[in-house]
């Protein structure tokens, strides 16, 4: 059984741990494992806590966990594009043991609701273009993609696919 909750602070460290761990088991193959390996928990859990302790306006962290702890989350705000009443899903990550679980989906719903609640019209996520287990899901979920785009990224230049919900109740009822 598996909850999903808004974080605080003081979940810093297991959502920093949950990242490096996912970056690993998603990104082997796709990015430099030279960049992968160099991925400290550390470092993410300070970024994490001073982006949990002052967030800037409408951004979102809600994880999953279990009994033994965080498994997933998923963190957001306003569009990178700042496109009038679209929200997007930054991350999105759960480990791989807890795949298949349907927890992926109940992040990104919940991550919708609180969007839709805050005035947010429409959804987005971007995805690496050859991550296709990832595409699979968000198409599996409605979203539409846009074309491929060139984006500065670890080891140098990576492709990316955004995934668009023009109308965001389609995914938070």
């Known amino acids: 059984m ?3 909750f808004p974080v605080g602070p003081d979940d810093a460290e ?12 998603t990104y082997r193959g796709l ?25 800037a306006e409408h951004e979102i962290v809600l994880a999953a966990a279990d009994r033994e702890g965080i498994v997933g989350y998923a963190a957001g705000g306003p569009s990178r594009s700042r496109a009038p009443g679209e929200a997007e899903v930054a991350t999105l990550y759960v480990l791989r043991a807890h795949q298949g679980q349907a927890l992926g989906r109940r992040l990104l719903t919940a991550a919708a609701r609180v969007f839709a609640d805050q005035g947010a019209r429409s959804l987005m996520i971007s995805v690496l273009r050859d991550n296709i287990p990832a595409r699979g899901f968000y198409e599996h979920l409605g979203g539409q993609a846009d074309a491929p785009r060139r984006e500065p990224g670890p080891g140098g230049v990576t492709y990316e696919v955004s995934y668009r919900w023009p109308d965001i109740r389609t995914l938070a009822p």
Not at 14 to 25: C, G, N, S, Y
Not at 34 to 52: C, E, G, I, Q, T
């Open 14 to 25: 297991a959502l920093a741990q949950v990242h490096v761990t996912a970056w690993r088991e």
């Open 31 to 55: 990015l430099p494992d030279s960049y992968l390996d160099r991925m400290s928990v550390p470092v993410n859990a300070r970024r994490f806590a001073k982006s949990l302790v002052s967030p």
């Open 2 to 4: 598996h909850v999903i």
